[in-house]
């Protein structure tokens, strides 16, 4: 590998580490990718030159001086592909023209219905709701949705980093209505689904806890 390809390979985890794990130090950015902070430092501050990232002070309780963390700017998360975000966008406008919200609401509920038949479909045979819930996050992923299941005590934790059809939750949240409901549907009664974080009112992350019923 040349020392360009070795570069953009860096900045590119750099990218996504942020992405999935919000704003970072230099110095630990460097440690959970397994870097020098000088090679991290350098692909940091030519993300910066780009737009990329921003810089921010640490808020600090004590005497020390604040460290920087570095975070995703609007264009550092456009890095990551809204999938369609046009054609969508364009899509749910003629919609909304030809049959008013009632249409749009329709077309979304049709949308849910697809995805509960599939998702049902590959949550199947599962024997536990936490793989149901790692079955759901999988298939989440494979999506777009940088998704992952976490156990936080008798709970799990649906992760999603980043919305691959945020311009269309944009111009309308009923996408992200359905998609709670859609939740609920195939996990299960013995489960509680409350969403925790979410992107569209200021979250980094959309988050939702299941709780065993």
Not at 28 to 33: I, W
Not at 71 to 79: I, K, Q, S, W, Y
Request: glycine share 8%; hydrophobic share 40%; net charge positive.
């Amino acid at each position: 590998m040349n020392l360009e390809n070795k570069n953009e390979q860096t900045a590119q985890r750099i990218l996504f580490r942020l992405k999935s794990h919000g704003a970072q130090s230099t110095a630990t950015l460097a440690g959970s990718l397994q870097l020098t902070a000088e090679a991290v430092r350098q692909q940091v501050q030519k993300l910066a030159e780009a737009g990329l990232l921003e810089g921010s002070l640490e808020r600090s309780s004590g005497a020390g001086r604040p460290r920087q963390l570095w975070n995703l700017t609007a264009a550092g998360h456009a890095r990551f592909p809204d999938a369609h975000a046009q054609l969508a966008l364009d899509l749910i406008a003629s919609m909304r023209a030809l049959h008013g919200d009632a249409g749009v609401d329709r077309l979304i509920d049709a949308r849910a219905e697809e995805n509960r038949r599939h998702y049902a479909e590959s949550l199947q045979g599962a024997r536990s709701l936490g793989e149901r819930v790692r079955r759901l996050a999988a298939l989440r992923e494979r999506e777009g949705y940088m998704a992952r299941a976490e156990r936080d005590g008798r709970d799990w934790l649906l992760i999603e980093d980043h919305c691959p059809i945020c311009a269309a939750a944009q111009a309308c949240q009923g996408f992200c209505r359905a998609e709670l409901a859609l939740f609920r549907a195939v996990l299960g009664k013995d489960a509680r689904v409350v969403r925790e974080q979410h992107l569209l009112a200021g979250g980094r992350r959309c988050t939702y806890r299941i709780t065993p019923a």
